[in-house]
């Protein structure tokens, strides 16, 4: 069904046009002529056929050049990441200190439950809300209780400082870059078309062209279509504006035009959200899969193997294409920034292209060259021997992509999406069925994923207990699944992790799923910190959902100012000293490329600088030693640090300075289509801390915060009703025995 939000007559107009392309039979390309090619200006349906031809294609021929991988440039090419290496610590107390702790005045400030509690598990989390870290400290400053500083507290204003930095160095730089490269591809592109001498590579460069030029318009209003292309182009464009799911005029096959919808920050500029499509309709991928893929072999499936060879045409002419319009410079500062921040779910990129491309036509290839099928195949068959942009989907789609779309990949999609049905058969358990399961004709099935998932996947015990316990594992065919996940990812190692953000993200929140030594961390058993670990984890995983926003700043926002000689720093110098290095990487592989604007370089730097010394003091409070002058000074210091990183000079004509609205956030997980039930995540507001930790003088409290999160099945809640919600749901089951009211 149409959006009805438009004129009565551009749904009939677009019922028309699919009607038309939908009974046209395609008509074959002009025959190829000299270099002078004339250009045409028939229909687009005569141009560019809507399908592959039906006739048998020649069978598959493609020899994989031997070795030809090894030729592709070290991973982490946006920027090296430092690695960091930490002996084991043991956090130097002692639970036999508790025994004087009911002398303790400040035990006072809590209920009886709450002083249960933290004498038995040395922490407790209230349920007393704020809408900001920077309030829940303030109002520990008020009780006159030292304040915690959480790794909570820092993982958000880390994830609030780089998106916001992601966000200016697209708005700023790279829309600028994607529309200079575009304009450009398309007078190669026009060129290609012009010197091919057969009719595949003629249809090649001639797709091209319209794809480009349907960038070019997306991003330049005032952009003359090429008289080649009009037809089909203004086709794509009147859809894409339209939206909706139909068959495209360029490539055939239901296209979702849906995606060109822009949101968050891109919709609230005109220029972004001319960024926001045209990037969405340059990533589209590039099919190249053929099936079975052997020499000399007849290929089941004539379409498929056509227009494998039809795109693999495309993509050389492309690599070819921006290497004589001295644009690979240009593509590479796009390119490698987006697939470090978007990530990719196909698995070949322009690097992949140009390696075998090099291997099979040398240093001065031409249109010409792609006349010879054979090579084509060849090239296809090396291509397939080449490992994937990024390694985190064990099954990556067979596909080309010249850029990332604006629309993140995370590096855990194919742990959601291969714990689901059809990859997982029926429901074998006993009654009550389980949150993930769905009710169905031939039973029920496992139609949703648990956002537990993911961690148990990447090795946290707490988390596959929790599944097992609550049934969601008693699925026929869960169990190797599961382990075969658990198997791919374990074998990732630490460079590949680091070739995106959200890699390297869920890289150094691995710190959080690690077994806790059994003698627990302060004064916690390793049981009950783990779980409050594991809350952690939980709402950074969420953060990479969810797109930063930023608003004026409130009049009331309060900075806190604990005592200089009490603070305290949650002890976790891996993570501390994994996030300095992920800092450093974003500044330099954003800086090196002239991508970051003075306030985003600025802060970045202090973010690093913070983290390191985080890293250290982390490690002296491990050790019992005492901290400088300088480090205790910090501490007293830290909020108030993370809250002025955290605000952003003034939008243009706006008095206020600007910092995230609130806490409060909902991301959107996986979706059942045969349902329409859907696995949402969020976190709520902040929650106080109450932990005990050592000093000189003996045991003391001391007050922090935490986010509060939630997993979500049913139906689909929009951001603003969950952010307006007066009643949260229960807490989580890893935190309930750990929660107590004020």
Request: proline share 8%; with cysteine; net charge negative.
């Amino acid at each position: 069904m149409l959006p009805t939000n438009h004129s009565a007559s551009a749904p009939f107009f677009i019922w028309l046009l699919l009607a038309a392309l939908a009974c046209a039979i395609p008509a074959p390309l002009p025959e190829p002529r000299s270099a002078t090619r004339p250009i045409a200006t028939s229909s687009a349906a005569g141009l560019i056929p809507t399908q592959v031809p039906t006739s048998p294609a020649p069978a598959f021929s493609g020899d994989p050049v031997t070795g030809a991988a090894a030729q592709l440039s070290p991973l982490n090419p946006f920027a090296p990441f430092n690695a960091i290496v930490l002996s084991p610590q043991e956090a130097a107390v002692n639970r036999s200190d508790l025994e004087d702790l009911l002398k303790l005045e400040t035990l006072d400030r809590l209920s009886p439950e709450q002083r249960e509690i933290v004498l038995a598990e040395g922490f407790v989390i209230s349920t007393r809300s704020f809408d900001s870290f920077a309030a829940a400290y303030a109002y520990g400053s008020q009780q006159k209780l030292p304040a915690f500083i959480t790794t909570d507290t820092i993982l958000d204003a880390f994830q609030i400082v780089v998106d916001i930095t992601w966000q200016r160095s697209e708005g700023q730089f790279l829309a600028a870059d994607l529309m200079a490269l575009s304009h450009a591809m398309v007078a190669v592109s026009q060129q290609q078309w012009e010197e091919a001498e057969d009719d595949s590579t003629a249809q090649a460069a001639q797709r091209n062209l319209a794809f480009f030029a349907v960038g070019s318009r997306l991003l330049d209003p005032q952009f003359t279509l090429p008289p080649l292309v009009s037809s089909v182009a203004s086709d794509e464009l009147t859809l894409i504006e339209q939206g909706g799911r139909f068959i495209s005029p360029l490539f055939g096959g239901q296209y979702d035009y849906n995606r060109f919808s822009p949101s968050i920050h891109y919709a609230k500029d005109e220029a972004l959200s001319r960024y926001f499509r045209a990037l969405t309709w340059l990533s589209q991928p590039f099919p190249l899969e053929i099936s079975p893929m052997q020499s000399g072999a007849a290929v089941s499936g004539t379409a498929a193997l056509s227009n494998a060879r039809l795109t693999a045409r495309q993509a050389l002419l492309i690599a070819w294409g921006l290497q004589e319009s001295n644009n690979l410079s240009r593509w590479e500062r796009i390119f490698q920034p987006a697939l470090y921040f978007n990530g990719a779910a196909v698995a070949w990129g322009l690097p992949q292209v140009q390696v075998a491309a090099n291997a099979l036509y040398g240093d001065n290839p031409s249109p010409a060259d792609l006349a010879n099928e054979a090579i084509v195949d060849d090239f296809l068959a090396t291509i397939h021997t080449m490992p994937p942009l990024l390694t985190f989907d064990p099954a990556p789609q067979p596909a080309f992509m010249l850029l990332p779309a604006p629309t993140a990949t995370q590096p855990d999609s194919a742990i959601l999406r291969q714990l689901t049905f059809n990859r997982i058969g029926e429901y074998s358990g006993e009654p009550p069925l389980p949150r993930s399961a769905v009710e169905t004709a031939i039973g029920a099935i496992r139609g949703l994923p648990r956002t537990l998932d993911v961690p148990a996947a990447l090795g946290s015990s707490l988390a596959q207990n929790l599944v097992a316990e609550a049934g969601d594992d008693d699925y026929d065919g869960y169990t190797l699944q599961f382990q075969e996940l658990q198997q791919h990812y374990a074998a990732i190692e630490q460079q590949a992790w680091t070739t995106s953000f959200d890699g390297a993200w869920l890289y150094a929140l691995q710190s959080l799923l690690t077994e806790i030594p059994e003698d627990g961390v302060l004064y916690a058993p390793s049981d009950a910190w783990q779980a409050r670990q594991f809350n952690t984890w939980h709402a950074a995983w969420i953060a990479l959902r969810h797109e930063t926003e930023l608003a004026p700043r409130p009049v009331t926002a309060v900075a806190t100012s604990p005592d200089v000689s009490q603070g305290y720093l949650e002890p976790q110098p891996l993570l501390y000293g994994r996030l300095a290095s992920l800092a450093d990487q974003i500044l330099d592989g954003l800086g090196s490329r002239g991508l970051l604007d003075e306030e985003s370089a600025s802060k970045l730097l202090q973010l690093e600088r913070l983290l390191e010394t985080a890293e250290t003091i982390s490690r002296k409070e491990l050790a019992g030693e005492p901290l400088a002058e300088d480090e205790a000074l910090l501490l007293s210091q830290f909020i108030s640090r993370l809250v002025n990183l955290t605000t952003y000079a003034p939008a243009a004509f706006d008095a206020a300075a600007q910092t995230a609205p609130g806490l409060a956030r909902l991301a959107d997980v996986y979706l059942d289509a045969g349902s329409g039930k859907v696995l949402q995540a969020a976190t709520g507001e902040t929650w106080p801390i109450y932990v005990l930790i050592p000093r000189e003088e003996g045991v003391i409290l001391t007050m922090g915060a935490i986010f509060s999160t939630y997993e979500l099945h049913g139906e689909q809640l929009a951001p603003g009703v969950w952010r307006q919600m007066e009643t949260r749901p229960p807490p989580p089951p890893w935190t309930q025995p750990f929660v107590a009211p004020e």
